[in-house]
């Protein structure tokens, strides 16, 4: 656990400079009307994702008896949920143009689909990486993808110098990803439903706890969005995103690391319960202190990062950060259950947040 967690942290570190990089250059060569319009169209293509979404890489994470039948399945189902979140992308254009009163965002939609299609082509293999624990080689194949895809993304926006320039490094880095997922591991996989019924047991509720946890992170932008212009919504999507580096960046490595290492000691539950405990000590002596630190210096961390033309969003840094601090100290207890099998709750405990937040968002919306 604690050679993987370096692995992942480490990657998810270089990931997010070279994120902050990309951040830092495209911020100062398009505006925040260019990244409020691509926030919109990802909302509406991550909202679509939830409802298709059948968590099958975590199904076989936690299946510890998985083969080649399972692999196969996986990948098929995968594949054609990306067919299908593809076409229902296309077909939802005209009513995220309607709701967001954004004429451009329909062909951009469009375009950012295919990204969606070539996601689906992946290579269901580099799933070992993480069922194994083998974090060295995923941290290789997630590193390169992720410099691949800024290349392109500060090439495209040299070039173009509009919101078409984000829409190719999306579309870029997903393809790039896909290649290079056949390149590093050796896995083929075939069409196969053989194991449709077995994957679906465990991956009904995280169709539901995706649908859910989408909504509740993504509901404040897409309130944002609806009530906004995009160049408000661009100012927001960027402060959030920012907001949540510290915290997210020590969190969600850990939690990949945990949830393969608790899978493995669902069988001892008393050791189980030693290492969620020194797992969630760990990553609030971390995550706490960067939160409340970033909000502390919000106004200069903007300066540094994006620029004058977005001081404006440091107030809202301040807030995003500290409640991004307060989200990760939960993050790994929905692992932890998941592990031993137990979704359902998990999917609940989501459903039960998600009523709080719209009964919130309700009162301060008729205030």
Not at 7 to 19: C, D, E, K, N, Q
Not at 279 to 298: D, E, N
Request: proline fraction near 4%.
């Amino acid at each position: 656990m604690i050679l993987g967690t370096f692995w992942t942290v480490a990657l998810r570190w270089i990931m997010r400079l070279i994120g902050i990089a990309n951040v830092a250059i495209l911020a100062r060569i398009l505006g925040p009307s260019d990244f409020g319009l691509v926030a919109m169209a990802t909302l509406v293509i991550g909202l679509i994702e939830t409802w298709l979404a059948f968590g099958v890489e975590s199904a076989l994470i936690q299946n510890a008896e998985a083969d080649r039948h399972d692999y196969d399945t996986a990948w098929t189902i995968r594949l054609l949920q990306g067919v299908a979140i593809t076409a229902l992308v296309i077909a939802a254009a005209p009513l995220a143009q309607a709701y967001f009163k954004e004429p451009r965002l329909g062909p951009l939609l469009w375009a950012l689909s295919l990204g969606v299609f070539a996601s689906g082509l992946s290579n269901i293999g580099v799933v070992k990486f993480s069922k194994d624990l083998q974090f060295q080689k995923d941290f290789w194949f997630r590193f390169i993808s992720k410099l691949l895809g800024f290349s392109i993304s500060v090439a495209a926006a040299l070039w173009l110098r509009n919101y078409w320039a984000l829409a190719v490094g999306i579309v870029g880095g997903y393809t790039a990803s896909t290649v290079l997922s056949y390149v590093v591991h050796p896995y083929r996989p075939r069409f196969s439903v053989a194991r449709w019924h077995k994957l679906w047991s465990f991956s009904q509720w995280l169709v539901l706890l995706n649908m859910v946890n989408y909504a509740e992170s993504k509901a404040d932008e897409v309130l944002v969005g609806g009530y906004t212009t995009a160049a408000q919504m661009g100012l927001y999507s960027v402060a959030s995103d920012v907001g949540q580096m510290p915290t997210a960046e020590i969190a969600a490595p850990m939690n990949r690391v945990l949830f393969p290492a608790f899978a493995q000691l669902q069988g001892d539950p008393a050791r189980l319960a030693a290492a969620y405990a020194k797992a969630l000590a760990a990553v609030s002596t971390i995550t706490i202190p960067a939160g409340i630190g970033l909000a502390l210096v919000a106004p200069e961390a903007v300066r540094l990062l994006l620029g004058v033309k977005w001081a404006s969003a440091a107030p809202l840094l301040s807030i995003l950060a500290m409640w991004s601090a307060l989200r990760s100290v939960s993050s790994s207890a929905g692992y932890l259950l998941m592990s031993i099998g137990r979704p359902k709750l998990v999917a609940t405990i989501a459903c039960v947040t998600l009523t709080l937040f719209c009964g919130g968002a309700a009162f301060a919306l008729s205030g």
